[in-house]
């Protein structure tokens, strides 16, 4: 993952790239053509923040902090191909970002309309879903608000059952893979038709449990539903709609949030049983889920019951089992008329058969998730290239005249409308369309549409023609190894899916997955606590690097424990790591005595060493571990001096090192061998010098890993499948699955097939 430049690297930035480097150094040297490329996230709030604190113009303190970045990453020994760098800020970038953003505009993907948006007071801008935590800003903490304003949003939301389905096909963490699946929030119910007599007028409610709509005795609207002034103005109802305007999503939605609401005195009729149910409005149904509008079953769901309680309505239990009221869980129907005795979940589809036979309702599916709001009222982000003609209405700029260039301003303060505003030499243009005096969108582009296609920028860095060369990209793509924090589970991962599968649309891309395999890195801790500059306890790269040197910070950070956890910095640890690499330095003196034609221990310990290192890095990221087996490797060498395998030990323990510390392992190689460590290909261990008494054994069912066994060094093939079948976390997967085949590779996997 491209930084975001601020400041100075900190330690997160030294492990990803760390971690990165170690994987391109290995898969280099093991005969593939590697592509390991550097970028900068340059646009965003926190340069914009500073600019309007110190009057610098944003794109100085950026640029200022990606030089810092660069001599970092340099000075680090990070193996970029620098020929393709780029920050996302510079006009023959963003050039490309333009006109991505009017493909998708041509294809009725971006979209312009007038929405509720969430507002943040203190940053003066709106905020995606996605950037409001707990009601608040993702940034500065701020309580987000409400308002209605004209907003570009990105139709995700038509991707939403591919976004879903298409997780299958990627190697990510499952953890990540849950997060998305939550946000995208896929529900499959029924939409269920009320009809409120007085009125003349249909309510459909989205429901998850149809098999329960003989339990609804109430009927309750969302605050911000239209038609609830319609049925009730009360000064009362009124009160009611004002204060819950405030409130946030989280808040009015939460289970133990005290039941609000106000009775409308109006009717609905319940479609399977004739019965007329009393209306309200209470804030927590949300207007932005489903149509608005709910049937309540107090007996079989918590915010029902919660509100029945409160207010006096009757509870009718339809599903028996539990002892309890509510009883969310499954059972036999009751109260439910000819429905009576059936398991609830048949009752389910036979409900919704019913409901389509009488057209009162049928099938459907709801998604949490929501478009994408992309415009930002900012200055630093990427023009939104369309203008506004009186007569024309919205016109695209012509692909010949991008990137429309962001101007200068005097003011990067936001005011509620963006400070591009101002620039009225800017703003004011021709409409492309007829030719008379438009006005230019002053909106800008939230920063994630920048990072939302930076990785195919990557392979064609250079294109003046077009954002990238198919036949290019198609060749490189998808990324072998993404490589990044969990904070980005939901947002930039999504949104990358997304873009990807609507150029893939477009025809523009082969592929419908940007990240084929994804590492996310823990956190590391300093002295068992969680680094913060408010607590002043954070590591800064270059004062290690300065002190210790850069193979020696980039190795212990490696060092701690799985990159894939957390790990603990200490400032005692990197010293052990600094004596072990003297103590390989030194090594590069020894010379062996003997011709070395017999096999010593000293040889099997090299050979060990590679096989370990190979698997643990190659296969598994375990960096910990494989520094380790190397460390062991120097402290053999160190007992065994005048073995006649020494220097072959020395250069072999350089040459495992130097995907972690490559400046100390590339001399000392040199040293010992006169070769250049990063021209020679990845060792080999031989197996007949590997005197292992088990080997590990991969188990996938249907192609994909599930777990890695222990197998005797001596079992068979049926030995081995036999014990691939024990494994507890293979079962969880052949689980009623009907097995088709087995494939067994020996010595190496078995992949059960099934169906
Ligand atoms: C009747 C019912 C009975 C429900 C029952 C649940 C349990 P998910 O799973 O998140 O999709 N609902 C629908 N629209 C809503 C809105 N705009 N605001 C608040 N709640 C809403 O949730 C779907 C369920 O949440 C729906 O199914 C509906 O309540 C409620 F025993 O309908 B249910
Ligand atoms: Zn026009």
């Known amino acids: 993952m491209l930084p975001y430049p601020s400041g100075e ?107 509720a948006v969430n507002w943040c007071p203190q940053d003066a801008t709106v905020l995606a879903n996605e950037q409001v935590i707990d009601g608040r800003c993702e940034r500065c903490g701020s309580q987000v608000e409400v308002r209605q304003l004209e907003q570009w949003f990105f139709r995700i ?277 007829c030719g008379a005096p438009a006005r230019r969108e002053t909106d800008t582009m939230d920063t994630f549409v920048d990072s939302s296609w930076y990785f195919l920028r990557y392979c064609d860095a250079d294109n003046e023609e077009a954002p990238w060369d198919r036949a290019v990209v198609d060749g490189w793509m998808p990324v072998d190894q993404y490589i990044g924090g969990v904070e980005h589970a939901i947002l930039h991962l999504m949104y990358a899916r997304f873009f990807t599968k609507a150029l893939a649309d477009l025809g523009l891309l082969r592929f419908q997955e940007p990240f084929a395999r994804l590492f996310t890195q823990g956190m590391v801790t300093r002295d068992g606590a969680k680094m913060s500059k408010s607590k ?49 330095y030194r090594a590069a003196d020894f010379v062996g005595d003997a011709d070395p034609a017999e096999p010593t221990d000293l040889l099997r310990k090299a050979h060990w060493a590679i096989d370990k290192v190979t698997r643990d890095l190659g296969e598994r990221f375990a960096t910990h571990t494989s520094i380790s087996a190397v460390m062991e490797l120097v402290n053999e060498i160190h007992r065994n001096r005048e073995d006649p395998h020494v220097s072959f030990a020395v250069a072999t323990a350089a040459s495992l090192l130097f995907p972690f510390a490559p400046h100390l392992s590339s001399e000392v190689y040199e040293r010992v061998s006169g070769e250049r460590v990063w021209e020679q290909p990845w060792p080999a261990a031989d197996p007949n010098l590997l005197t292992a008494e088990t080997f590990e054994l991969v188990v996938q069912v249907n192609g994909k890993v599930r777990d890695r066994i222990e197998v005797p060094a001596g079992a068979d093939r049926d030995e081995q499948e036999r014990l691939a079948r024990q494994s507890p976390k293979v079962e969880a997967h052949l689980n009623g699955g009907d097995l088709a085949r087995t494939v067994v590779v020996p010595g190496k996997l078995v992949n059960f097939v099934v169906r």
Not at 12 to 26: P, R, T, V
Not at 241 to 246: E, H, M
Not at 574 to 579: A, C, Q
Request: with cysteine.
């Open 9 to 115: 690297p900190h330690i997160g930035h030294l492990k990803n790239y760390s971690i990165g480097d170690a994987i391109a150094h290995f898969h280099r040297r093991t005969g593939r053509r590697v592509l390991h490329p550097m970028g900068y996230d340059a646009f965003g709030l926190p340069a914009e923040n500073h600019a309007i604190k110190t009057g610098q113009h944003p794109r100085d303190s950026t640029e200022a902090s990606i030089a810092e970045f660069r001599s970092q990453f340099k000075r680090w020994g990070i193996s970029i191909d620098w020929d393709r760098e780029f920050g996302t800020h510079e006009p023959r970038y963003y050039r490309w970002t333009q006109w991505i953003f009017l493909r998708l505009f041509e294809k009725g993907l971006a979209y312009r309309r007038d929405a």
């Open 157 to 433: 939301t038509d991707y939403a059952d591919r976004l879903l389905d298409d997780l299958e096909t990627i190697d990510w963490p499952a953890h990540v893979v849950s997060m998305q699946e939550n946000w995208i929030g896929r529900s499959e119910g029924a939409e269920v038709v009320f009809r409120c007599e007085e009125f003349g007028i249909d309510y459909p409610v989205f429901t998850t449990r149809p098999d329960t709509l003989f339990g609804a005795t109430f009927f309750v609207l969302a605050p911000e539903h239209p038609d609830v002034l319609k049925l009730n103005d009360s000064q009362e109802v009124r009160d009611y709609i004002a204060r819950a305007a405030g409130a946030s999503a989280e808040e009015r939605g939460a289970e133990d949030k005290e039941k609000t609401g106000v009775s409308l005195g109006r009717t609905v009729t319940n479609p399977v049983n004739g019965e007329e149910l009393p209306m309200y409005v209470a804030d927590y149904v949300l207007m932005e889920y489903g149509t608005g509008a709910i049937m309540a079953v107090p007996a079989h769901d918590e915010r029902d019951h919660a509100f029945a309680g409160k207010f006096e309505l009757e509870i009718r239990r339809v599903i028996d089992g539990g002892e309890e009221l509510p009883y969310t869980g499954d059972g036999a129907m009751v109260n439910s008329g000819r429905f009576d005795g059936m398991h609830n979940r048949e009752a389910f589809d036979a409900i919704v058969a019913w409901l389509e036979s009488e057209v009162k309702g049928k099938p459907a599916i709801n998604y949490r998730l929501r478009d994408w709001l992309l415009s930002r009222q900012r200055y630093w982000g990427c023009p939104i290239p369309v203008v506004h003609c009186e007569t024309c209405g919205i016109v695209a700029v012509p692909d010949d005249q991008l990137p429309v260039e962001l101007p200068d301003v005097r003011d990067y303060a936001p005011k509620g409308k963006s400070p591009l505003a101002a620039a009225e030499d800017w703003v004011g243009t021709d409409c492309p369309s």
């Open 536 to 584: 002043g306890n954070t590591v800064s790269p270059s004062d290690y690097v300065d002190r210790y040197g850069a193979d020696a910070a980039r190795s212990y950070i490696l060092f701690v424990g799985h990159p894939a956890e957390g790990g603990d910095w200490s400032d005692q640890g990197i010293t052990g790591i600094v004596n072990f690499f003297d103590r390989l």
